[in-house]
């Protein structure tokens, strides 16, 4: 059961007329309230889903009296005993569902504040209040007003730059701005149709607020459909459990990784892929999700200090095959090419694999290597007898699914992928 009382305060926000969003406040003096003075007035009053702005005047008070004491509003839902909770605070017992204005000022002059973390669509009674430093209370008559039903407008997501491992999700979405404080907006993607935020990978963004946004999706499979749509997740300070709003679904393919096998003439017949594992083509930028340690399953995740060159130490700690108590590596092989420790063969599935280093070697004996500067990084051009060529950035080192040296498999590189 959700409490009948939220004392989440928010300053300095200042809504001068009525509003005509949410229901228009109306007196309704409950039996058990106290007795009202006419010097509090309430003057605007303003809803959206999760706020209530309200604004009103204390007059006959002098500035002293205002700053000695205290003023501001009680408040609670219409369906508690809101009368029980005003006469409490009368005989100084409670300060649940209370909130004060931040500043002293003249008597007659305008009082503003936001009170916040409210429930959607539900019906509040409320009333100015003034706790004189004597301990006299006066408070205006009681009125209600009704939050807005929450309903954000969320557009479908759009795709764009979608390549082999990454793709770009677009879209935007609208709401008040005093209610996206009580939000988190994102992305949820599956590969399963009807995605959710328990069976989806979840992309939050890092704003709430209204507008358009772009996202990157990184580590995704070649070849593969996946289902994206737009969240907004809404609560409260007081709620239980919090509430989800999804756009439309949206599918798209990531491309074939078929599409970068190229035939070099090789006298095995292997056919060499144009680009690394994790990378959306020969001359794209690099990423750091492109290296990988050997045997690993997963990509390098660096610390962000020395993330260029991290340490011996840190590396050994976060290589999976790595056993820091005993000071050895489990055993997995010095071959693990097409194997449960190729991460090209378990990302690619298939006939991908790892280059050993036989395919290495015939590669070289058997094409032209030359080197070639582009915009964004030296790259080496492997041209094939046949003509055909394939840019592989230069000067990176590689794994190959042969280890000549068990004591450097922690170290970090690219992975290049060779399929028959």
Not at 402 to 416: H, M, V
Request: with cysteine; hydrophobic share 35%; net charge negative.
């Amino acid at each position: 059961m959700r409490s009948t009382v939220i004392s989440k305060v928010l300053f300095g926000i200042v809504i001068l007329s009525l509003s005509s969003c949410g229901d228009k406040p109306t007196d309704e003096a409950p039996e058990t309230a106290p007795e009202t003075a006419d010097n509090l007035v309430v003057s605007g009053v303003s809803a959206t889903s999760f706020t209530v702005s309200i604004t009103g005047s204390f007059t006959g008070i002098s500035k002293v009296d205002l700053a000695l004491g205290k003023c501001g509003v009680l408040y609670c839902e219409k369906s508690a005993d809101y009368g029980t909770l005003f006469r409490l605070w009368k005989d100084g017992i409670t300060s649940d569902g209370l909130m004060v204005f931040d500043q002293a000022k003249n008597s007659g002059e305008l009082y503003s504040g936001v009170i916040t973390d409210l429930y959607p669509d539900t019906e509040y009674c409320f009333c100015l209040f003034w706790q004189g430093h004597d301990g006299k209370r006066e408070t205006s008559a009681v009125q209600t007003v009704r939050t807005q039903t929450f309903n954000p407008i969320l557009s479908a997501v759009r795709m764009d730059s979608i390549n082999y491992f990454d793709a770009v999700a677009k879209t935007s979405v609208k709401m008040d701005d005093k209610d996206a404080a009580c939000c988190e907006v994102g992305f949820l993607l599956s590969e399963s149709v009807g995605c959710d935020i328990n069976s989806s990978t979840i992309y939050p963004l890092n704003t709430t607020a209204s507008g358009s946004y772009r996202k990157p999706f990184i580590e995704l499979l070649p070849g593969r459909t996946y289902h994206v749509r737009q969240y907004v997740k809404y609560s409260t300070k007081s709620s239980i459990q919090p509430g989800y709003i999804y756009s439309d679904e949206t599918s798209f393919s990531t491309r074939d990784f078929m599409e970068t096998a190229v035939d070099l003439a090789l006298p095995s017949g292997i056919l060499w892929a144009s680009c690394d594992l994790n990378e959306s083509g020969p001359v794209n930028q690099r990423l750091k999700t492109s290296y990988y340690q050997w045997g690993a399953h997963s990509h390098m995740v660096f610390p962000e200090k020395n993330s260029n060159n991290p340490t011996v130490e840190w590396l050994k700690s976060h290589y999976e095959h790595w056993d820091a108590g005993s000071g050895t590596y489990t055993d997995i092989g010095t071959d693990i090419c097409g194997t449960e420790h190729d991460v090209a063969h378990l990302m690619l599935g298939g006939k991908w694999r790892m280059p050993s280093k036989a395919d290495v070697e015939e590669l070289i004996a058997n094409c032209n290597v030359s080197k070639w500067v582009s915009s964004l990084s030296y790259l080496g051009i492997i041209e094939g007898t046949n003509g055909n060529v394939i840019k592989i950035g230069f000067g990176d080192a590689r794994w190959c699914g042969t280890l000549d040296n068990e004591g450097k498999a922690y170290s970090f590189r690219y992975i290049p992928i060779a399929v028959r």
